[in-house]
């Protein structure tokens, strides 16, 4: 997970997952060298940001609206602040516990003990919760500098979000 690049493939009948896993991972290692400061990290700061941006990758609807979010975990982050992220959720309820997407997470929910929960858990989970494309990485790796905290989604249909300094 995460390092997966999304992309459209053309695979033989014959192959293997092993061997389409290879072409999959071979694709993100040549995407990300456009990826301004994200060719010199080290495996362990380029995982960092795979996690990082794995969630952006969930959490984000609009292309512009990407480094915004990216930025509000990023300051989240600096401060040992939980991410609170519903993707995190999603993900446990729906790659761990093997359940249907739910319609809405639930504060039930948002109190499953897992390393994912990024409601009771601060920092990034232990690996990526998708497989991000080059929007949420460009964002992951180069976050804006804001005074963001908080952003929530204000428009379902446009996928618009609200982003704020504090809870209020």
Do not use: W
């Not at 390092?3 to 993100?28: C, G, H, K, R, W």
């Not at 359940?99 to 390393?115: G, L």
């Not at 991000?132 to 989604?153: C, I």
């Amino acid at each position: 997970e995460g390092y997966l690049f999304p992309d459209t493939y053309y695979l033989q009948p014959d192959m293997d997952a092993v061997q389409a896993a290879e072409i999959m991972i071979s694709n993100f290692f040549k995407k990300i060298t456009s990826i301004q400061n994200l060719s010199d990290k080290t495996n362990t700061e380029l995982d960092y940001i795979v996690r990082l941006a794995s969630i952006v990758e969930r959490e984000y609807r609009r292309a512009d609206e990407a480094p915004l979010i990216a930025s509000v975990f990023a300051n989240r982050l600096r401060y040992n602040i939980g991410l609170y992220s519903c993707a995190t959720i999603v993900y446990i309820l729906t790659e761990i516990e093997g359940r249907d997407h739910p319609d809405r997470i639930t504060e039930k929910d948002t109190r499953i003990e897992s390393p994912y929960n990024t409601y009771i858990h601060a920092g990034l989970p232990p690996s990526p919760i998708s497989n991000p494309g080059l929007t949420a990485l460009k964002a992951a790796a180069n976050p804006p500098k804001t005074e963001y905290y908080y952003f929530r989604l204000v428009d379902e249909k446009t996928g618009t979000h609200t982003f704020t300094k504090n809870f209020d």
